[in-house]
């Protein structure tokens, strides 16, 4: 029997390039390994799910989600994985700009001993301002994280099935996966690919949605930030206490020194500015908290397409028939 590979593609506004994508993965896997491809519309703008639903009808191993709101990339992956039914599973954007003939050399590499594998790109055909974003998540995660070094990770990667299982566990409204990802499993790798020109349109990522992406990461897996906003504060404090020392020294040596008002508005300044960053630090923890406690749904799916029938709801049926057969004995 084949191998059998997923592949998750979530789409936004990618009316013009997602049948061209989902059409050279389905081309290109299915000489060698039994293929499954899940589209996910994360609400999009344009006429995005008509040419999904044709897809689908076209072909029985695509299925289709439509969700009910626009939840962003990392949720709409979310709702994709419970529906996977791969050995290997592929996570790729819908743009076209991922190559579907690099994934067997993700997979190729997955195989030699690796539970995730990543597609490194060194020539981004994206503008400056997107590289940028991308060069400061990636520092983010080394740091807070600690990715393995030598590894670079994108939005383009393959993993084993049971990362995907465990992935599955993962209740967090505002997911990031990656963060989640080095908590299974740090036996990652990387695999040197080329980068594509977009097939049609542009990224839909702005300065808003990257901020907020650096947030969930910064915040979601570390309680480093805290421990630096505790340092700052301490040294803060010190450097006060020193400063306060010196004024009063200062002042008994040579009583004719005037107050310095500009100095200490500037240093009121400071010292409140910091306040506030530390305060908003602690804000995003704890709104991050309260945002689990009320249990608020990473996704809501309003449409499926091609989608087995629910394994649980079956037996649960099954169960309440035989329940409804011993009564009736």
């Known amino acids: 029997m084949k ?6 593609i979530p789409c936004y506004n990618s009316e013009n390039s997602i049948k061209t994508v989902a059409e050279n993965v389905l081309n290109t896997l299915e000489k060698s390994f039994e293929c499954q491809l899940i589209l996910v519309n994360d609400c999009s703008k344009d006429n995005v799910w008509d040419v999904i639903t044709g897809l689908c009808a076209e072909h029985q191993n695509i299925i289709g989600l439509s969700l009910a709101r ?32 690099d994934i067997l050399k993700l997979i190729e590499k997955l195989k030699t001993g690796y539970d995730i594998v990543y597609a490194y790109f060194r020539h981004k055909k994206e503008s400056g301002f997107r590289v940028w974003g991308s ?21 383009f990667f393959v993993t084993r099935r049971f990362v995907v299982d465990k992935l599955k566990d993962y209740p967090n ?12 499993t740090r036996n990652i790798a990387d695999v040197a690919v080329e980068h594509h020109e977009r097939i049609y349109g542009r990224s839909g990522y702005t300065l808003r949605k990257l901020i907020g992406l650096w947030l969930e990461g910064f915040t979601g897996f570390s309680v480093i930030p805290l421990r630096i906003a ?25 009583p004719a020194v005037a107050a310095g008002y500009t100095s200490l508005i500037a240093v009121m300044l400071f010292c409140c500015g910091m306040i506030m960053i530390m305060l908003g630090l602690l804000g995003e923890y704890v709104g991050r908290i309260f945002m689990n406690l009320n249990h608020l749904p990473q996704y809501v799916v309003r449409n499926k397409l091609n989608v087995p029938p629910n394994k649980r709801v079956l037996e649960n049926q099954l169960s309440e028939e035989n329940e409804y057969v011993r009564e009736y004995q």
Not at 232 to 252: Q, R
């Open 230 to 254: 505790s340092i700052v504060g301490c040294g803060m404090a010190v450097i006060g206490f020193l400063g306060g020392i010196y004024t009063v020294i200062h002042k008994l040596v040579e």
């Open 3 to 8: 191998e059998k590979i997923s592949v998750i």
């Open 70 to 101: 626009n939840f962003g990339q990392q949720s709409a992956r979310m709702a994709a994985i419970e529906y996977v039914t791969g050995d290997y599973v592929v996570f790729m954007d819908d743009d076209g700009q991922h190559n579907a003939a």
């Open 135 to 155: 060069n400061i998540n990636r520092w983010m995660t080394d740091w807070v994280m600690g990715t393995p070094k030598n590894v670079h990770t994108s939005s």
């Open 173 to 184: 409204p505002s997911p990031y996966i990656f963060g989640y990802f080095m908590h299974i």
